[in-house]
């Protein structure tokens, strides 16, 4: 019986006329002001008008599908891409499953780091999906793939790339920074793992690279009235110059893809505040396509399929 692999991803607007229906669905209904609206308009406009997530995101898929096919055959899974906030929506990659006569699958999201308020929200759009037609199917969750030594191999190997761009003087202190999305710090009062899950992800690269100087933020912060978790990689920036230090590796070990978090957030503002500091900061590659990354989602879904 074919496994189905429901590759989940956030989804992005497709241009700047699919903004304000992007971001409504991202605030749960609730449309933006002009002035919120225009404020991401003009995020998208400095990364080139439109974010590379989607089309990144198929390609991740089909580069899946192949190495799947490639090691099982071709009938063995069968990849669908689940946009959170963009079609294909989770629950139109359900349907299609069932339409194909898929009545299993596993589920992916590709991000490393379980939250209620993240993974969590892809997985029970899943199952409420699933709900909607009595036929049985069963979905394999993925949760967290924090520690899978695939991610650690691929964010070390990055880094030490990275550090070939500062000069010698540099890199004897050279911290690292690892950042994820921030969340609403209500999490914290609910025990939520994922602070201590980016923590794990950054100990594991940190050791497997051999360093003790390294260090955590958040970024990306939503523009709500909640206090959102910190300190935020500006902040960090801040303090760190302070402190003396003139030069940090980024690494948004969060986030596996270029897209505005990453584009705009740090390559453009983190970038910023670095300059204005007088500091030298590198971002590690995205993950993207790359054929080591592919790797280690076909061994994640495929120990999952045991
Ligand atoms: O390139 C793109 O077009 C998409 C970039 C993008 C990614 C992304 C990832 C995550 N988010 C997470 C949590 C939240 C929560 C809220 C929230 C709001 C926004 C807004 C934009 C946005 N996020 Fe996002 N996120 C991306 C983009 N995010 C734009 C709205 C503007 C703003 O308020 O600044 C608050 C809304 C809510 O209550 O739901 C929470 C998390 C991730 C990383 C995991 C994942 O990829 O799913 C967590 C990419």
């Not at 991803?9 to 225009?38: C, F, M």
């Not at 505005?260 to 453009?268: A, C, T, W």
Request: proline content about 6%; overall charge negative; hydrophobic content about 40%.
């Amino acid at each position: 019986m074919t496994w189905g692999v429901l590759l989940m991803a956030y989804g992005s607007a497709r241009g700047p006329e699919d903004v304000r229906r992007y971001y409504t669905h991202i605030r749960h209904g609730h449309p933006p002001t002009e002035e919120q609206l225009n404020d991401l308009l003009a995020r998208y406009e400095a990364i080139g008008g439109v974010s590379p997530l989607f089309e990144i995101t198929q390609r991740q898929g089909e580069a899946l599908q192949a190495e799947l096919s490639r090691r099982h055959g071709a009938s063995a899974f069968r990849v669908y891409l689940g946009m959170k906030h963009s079609s294909p929506f989770i629950g139109e990659a359900i349907e299609a499953m069932r339409r194909d006569g898929v009545a299993r699958a596993i589920g992916l999201v590709l991000a490393p780091h379980y939250s209620s308020m993240s993974i969590g929200t892809y997985l029970e759009e899943a199952e409420t999906a699933i709900a909607r037609d009595p036929k049985p199917f069963e979905l394999r969750p993925i949760r967290s793939w924090a520690d899978a030594p695939g991610l650690i191999e691929l964010l070390k190997n990055r880094i030490l790339e990275v550090r070939a761009r500062f000069s010698q003087k540099e890199r004897d202190n050279l911290p690292i920074i690892f950042s994820a999305h921030s969340l609403p710090q209500r999490i914290l009062s609910m025990n939520d793992p994922y602070p201590g899950e980016l923590r794990l992800t950054g100990d594991l690269v940190a050791q497997a690279l051999g360093t003790t100087n390294y260090t955590f933020s958040w970024q990306s912060a939503g523009r709500t009235r909640e206090p959102w978790m910190g300190p935020d990689i500006l902040d960090k920036l801040s303090r760190m110059a302070e402190a003396g230090y003139q030069q940090a590796v980024i690494c948004p070990a969060g986030f596996v893809s270029d897209h505005l978090e990453v584009l705009y957030d740090i390559d453009v503002q983190a970038q910023e505040q670095a300059a204005a500091l007088g500091m030298h900061i590198e971002r590690t590659r995205s993950l993207n396509d790359d054929p080591a990354f592919i790797h280690l989602l076909a061994d994640l879904v495929e120990a999952r399929a045991q």
